[in-house]
């Protein structure tokens, strides 16, 4: 798990803050007035917080798994001095 945390790119950063700022308005709308709406907004900014860590840390281990595309494991392999190999 920590290895797969230590790969967080700062797009997995940017989910994880950003899905329960998205979700936040959306929740306090959803809340029927006049007492509901913080309780709805404070329910629907955990919920986003726990789908953002999940989806981040998704991403991270499907890169590590070889599923998703690793830019920056390449970069280090490149500099390396390997070289990629070519078909042909």
């Known amino acids: 798990m ?10 997995e950063y940017c989910i994880i803050v950003g899905l329960p700022l998205f ?3 959306f929740s ?5 007035r ?4 913080l ?5 629907g900014m955990s919920l986003g917080l726990l789908g ?3 989806l981040a840390h998704q991403r991270s281990w499907g890169r590590l798994m070889g599923f998703l595309p690793n830019d ?4 280090l392999y490149l500099r390396k ?8």
């Open 39 to 43: 309780h709805s907004m404070c329910a």
């Open 28 to 32: 306090y709308q959803s809340g029927v």
């Open 52 to 54: 953002g860590v999940m």
């Open 81 to 88: 001095g390997h070289s990629p190999n070519k078909a042909g």
């Open 72 to 75: 920056r494991e390449v970069e």
């Open 2 to 11: 920590w290895t797969t945390m230590k790969n967080y790119s700062w797009r």
């Open 34 to 37: 006049p007492r509901v709406p």
């Open 23 to 25: 979700i936040a308005p």
